[in-house]
């Protein structure tokens, strides 16, 4: 009887890892399939540059303008006379906020300068421009 006691308790100990591989492996597949969908938002061509990638840690204001000439603060529509106005009310508590500029390689010049002038005129002191690296041609 004891023997069997003994035999009971050290297979009670043990801890069965097969449920916890199980539940990693179907966050996996979740986190692949969602993650690509996270990350669209608005739809631009971005111009090609040879630059780094420049090193953030928290959430970026990103001003887009698409091949419309519609310009987008962080994936939410806005028109340009009101881009000014709200992009002063996040300086105004974040004055060393940076602002990244993406736009379209279609939209024409003035409209990117018309709207790195609201940028400027908030009170933005770093703006930065986003560009895509060139692709290789074989």
């Known amino acids: 009887m004891a023997f069997e006691t003994q035999s ?5 100990s043990q801890i069965n890892v097969v449920p916890l591989v199980d539940v990693m492996l179907v966050l996996l597949v979740i986190f692949m399939v969602t993650a690509p969908i996270l990350q669209q938002g608005v739809s631009v061509e971005l111009p090609q540059a040879k630059a780094g990638a420049l090193s953030g ?18 994936d939410n529509a806005i028109p340009i006379d009101q881009l000014g106005p ?3 009310a996040v300086i105004r508590l ?3 906020k940076q602002v990244f500029l993406r736009a379209d390689r279609s939209v024409p010049y003035g409209e990117v300068v018309r709207v790195m002038a609201a940028v400027k005129g908030a009170g933005v002191q770093s703006l930065g421009m986003i560009t895509e690296l060139p692709t290789e041609k074989k």
């Open 8 to 12: 009971q308790s050290s297979s009670i």
């Open 57 to 74: 840690e928290e959430e970026q204001l990103v001003v887009t303008i698409d091949k419309k000439g519609v310009a987008y603060l962080n």
């Open 86 to 88: 709200k992009l002063e």
């Open 94 to 96: 974040k004055p060393d």
